[in-house]
């Protein structure tokens, strides 16, 4: 096992792509942003099952190409800079993220929660494209790029609410998610039910003891929704706060980011 998680669909995936090549390489800078440290050629090789010597080609071309750089000390490889040139790039040109980063500071700063606007891949993953801290003691290490399982907490429950998966395809994806206080399918399914009725989704201290997180969908196009506001605090302190209001603004911003973006739910 590597520093990074192991992720054995990132290795299927690999295994089964009509585009090899690209779905190597692409693994293999999944991998190397998700690792604590730099990696050496067999860890990574085993950790997406690939032949080392297949490998080793991606490797040399990434570390070309200035996405992945070689400590030929350690003969160890990392994530270079030339990925945050792409990322600036992207960054500049996502609708969303430029919308949403307003809101994110305000509700940030008006509640002391930590924010995050994430893009929804489907019932895969999701990921964190704009991201504002709370100036307090209490904050989340998400950074813009950090990757979570799509169905997990609050935006999970959106996701299963407004996404449109059948009941099995659901269980089978519930069933791999790691809880710190898990609930059971059937109650999960209770409260995706419930996201459904009030329009956001709300986690309260299933996946992080003691947090908890909201999350309000956004559509970017009629269907499945393309992205979603999510506030993250500690249980207690929203409370505090207020966490009535903090739910009716999210839903608000969610929804005038949707038609902004030209979508509906």
């Not at 693994?27 to 085993?46: E, W």
């Amino acid at each position: 096992m590597t520093n990074a998680e192991a992720n054995p669909e990132l290795a299927a995936a690999v295994k089964d792509s009509k585009a090899p090549a690209i779905s190597r390489a692409a693994a293999v800078l999944r991998l190397l942003g998700r690792s604590d440290s730099a990696l050496g050629l067999n860890p990574i090789a085993r950790e997406l099952g690939l032949n080392p010597s297949t490998c080793l080609y991606v490797l040399r071309a990434l570390v070309a190409e200035e996405l992945v750089s070689f400590d030929p000390d350690t003969k160890r490889y990392a994530l270079a800079s030339g990925v945050l040139t792409l990322a600036r790039g992207w960054l500049r040109k996502d609708e969303f993220a430029q919308l949403a980063q307003a809101p994110l500071d305000r509700l940030s700063r008006e509640f002391g929660v930590t924010m995050l606007g994430v893009e929804i891949f489907g019932i895969d993953h999701l990921i964190a494209v704009a991201v504002s801290q709370a100036g307090g003691g209490f904050q989340i290490a998400t950074q813009v790029g950090s990757r979570f399982p799509a169905l997990i907490s609050a935006t999970g429950r959106c996701i299963a609410a407004f996404g449109g998966y059948g009941e099995s395809q659901l269980k089978a994806r519930f069933e791999t998610l790691r809880w710190e206080d898990p609930p059971s399918f059937a109650e999960w399914m209770e409260q995706v039910g419930q996201t459904r009725a009030q329009g956001f989704g709300i986690d309260a201290g299933n996946y992080m003891a003691g947090v908890t997180v909201i999350a309000a969908p956004v559509w970017k196009a009629p269907g499945k929704p393309s992205h979603a506001l999510v506030a993250i605090g500690l249980s207690a302190a929203l409370q505090r706060a207020g966490l009535p209001d903090l739910q009716a603004a999210l839903v608000e911003e969610a929804r005038v980011l949707t038609r902004q973006m030209g979508g509906s739910g």
